[in-house]
């Protein structure tokens, strides 16, 4: 686990003036990471189950309802969209989990700056087209 601390000058910038919302009452933004050298999906499932294991004996001393994180601490368990099924909801819980209320806002740039939506990853914010919630392939 990697703990970086946050508090006094972070919690004096409020959280709408930035994409970066974790700042009042955040004392540290904690990073989970585990690294092996194994092949193979049994070495895989393993590690990960290692760190589920942490995740999981630390939630009742981190943010919760919902869970929060940092969109550069990418957890993809928190949810993701595929290029086969993308919906504006399903970006929505993980959005709101990395983004808060700035979510909808970042929403209304992605729009205006891409609404075709060419960069994009599993976790991008997502343009208004997306409201729809059908089905969209993107390829």
């Not at 193979?40 to 999981?56: C, I, P, T």
């Not at 991008?124 to 390829?139: F, Q, R």
Request: charged share 25%; net charge neutral.
């Amino acid at each position: 686990m990697q703990w970086n601390p946050y508090g006094e000058m972070m919690s004096r910038i409020p959280e709408t003036v930035t994409p970066f919302p974790h700042r009042s009452g955040v004392k540290f933004l904690i990073q989970y990471i585990v690294v092996w050298f194994e092949d193979g999906n049994e070495a895989s499932e393993k590690y990960k189950g290692l760190v589920r294991s942490m995740y999981e004996f630390m939630t009742p001393s981190v943010t919760n309802l919902p869970r929060e994180s940092f969109l550069n601490y990418r957890d993809l368990e928190i949810g993701n969209t595929t290029d086969a099924y993308r919906t504006y909801s399903g970006a929505r819980v993980y959005g709101m989990k990395y983004f808060k209320n700035n979510f909808e806002r970042l929403v209304r740039v992605k729009t205006a700056v891409d609404p075709g939506d060419f960069f994009k990853n599993l976790q991008s914010v997502p343009p208004n087209t997306w409201h729809l919630d059908t089905n969209i392939d993107k390829n």
